[in-house]
């Protein structure tokens, strides 16, 4: 069974750097194939891509309203991705999921998901 857990999130003020961490477990082929990504949700609002990284390769894909500001990477050994998020501002305010075994930017792209994590922006 994959799992996967988000941590990393809290307050912050505009201007200010958080990193997210994403831990899977329960690795199989479906997930390692391809890659994890990064969502985000705020109330009302519909859940939205972020990022999205591969496992066998460099490749990043970034929302044009983050890039520049967030970064995603990943650690093969720890089965861990990250998002370093800086210049925050108070529209990233959200419920942050990392997701895995997909990759791209819809949410119908990847088989499973973390419970998510809060990130406030206070301006």
């Known amino acids: 069974q994959v799992q996967l857990v988000e941590s990393g999130g809290g307050l912050v003020q505009a201007g200010g750097s958080l990193r997210l961490s994403c831990e899977e477990s329960?690795?199989?082929?479906?997930?390692?194939?391809?890659?994890m990504g990064w969502f985000r949700q705020a109330p009302g609002k519909e859940r939205e891509f972020v990022a999205a990284?591969?496992?066998?390769?460099?490749?990043?894909y970034y929302a044009d309203s983050v890039k520049g500001r967030f970064t995603i990477s990943r650690d093969n050994g720890k089965n861990t991705v990250y998002l370093q998020m800086n210049s925050l501002k108070p529209e990233d305010t959200a419920v942050y999921y990392c997701?895995?075994?997909?990759?791209?930017?819809?949410?119908?792209?990847?088989?499973?998901w973390g419970q998510g994590t809060q990130v406030t922006v206070s301006s």
């Open positions: 329960g690795r199989t082929f479906i997930t390692y194939a391809y890659g």
């Open positions: 997701a895995s075994g997909g990759y791209g930017s819809g949410t119908s792209s990847y088989n499973y």
């Open positions: 990284i591969k496992w066998s390769s460099r490749n990043t």
